[in-house]
């Protein structure tokens, strides 16, 4: 199980101020994304110790007062980031309590990605089949309805990905998407250090699933 640093996919009008969240000295990472998606790393060395995977490690870090101080420190700085999304009226129940406004979760490479929402959305089925050292990944969906409307806007999903992409690193092969009954595949030949990049276009298709009836999506490699 890898190390846990907070790696948050979140809308940027749910954001309190991105300028901020750049200059944050715990922000390792910033990326924004298609769809007005941003994501960001936040991370401390301390995790390192309170979400070691040595349960002894784990265990010393827990009961020192010191680092449980400045990981609620951490913790809330990071809420006050999201505060636009822990404000929305979606985001508590109806006695005032806060959900945990996670959409998804999933693990590309052993790296933990959370998409944050208001409220507890319901979200596309992800089956996670993992990595190896390949970065030639077939991308896998199924449609509730194979209606055309449904598998242009999937298209246009890729297309939009794609293009955004392509800004930031050159892909060798974007396969072409085939059909069989109510399932979709494509093959993508990503370069290295792609992770970022395969989980825009599954928070991408996880936005669009209203409007491609997709509700089910996996990946692996070939």
Known sequence: MPTYRPLIIVKNFYLADLQTL???SN???ILEMPYNYVFFEFYDPIFE??????????????KDP??????????????????PLYSHPASHDRFGYRFGCIALD???????????EPGNPKAIEIVETGFTNSTSVQLKVKFKNKANKNQLRYEQVIIDWHE????????????????QNKLSTITIYFPSNFENFMAAIIVMLNDTR??????????DCI
């Open 22 to 24: 750049q200059e944050h």
């Open 27 to 29: 922000v390792k990472h």
């Open 49 to 62: 110790l309170l979400y070691n995977e040595d349960i002894e490690i784990q265990n010393k870090a827990g």
């Open 106 to 116: 999933f693990i590309i490479n052993k790296k933990i990605y959370t998409l944050k």
């Open 164 to 179: 955004w992409a392509k800004k930031h690193f050159e892909f060798d092969v974007l396969g072409k998407i085939e059909y």
């Open 66 to 83: 010191e680092l449980q101080s400045k990981a609620k420190q951490l913790f809330g700085e990071l809420d006050r980031f999201l505060q």
């Open 210 to 219: 209203k409007e491609t009836s997709i509700y089910w999506l996996s990946w």
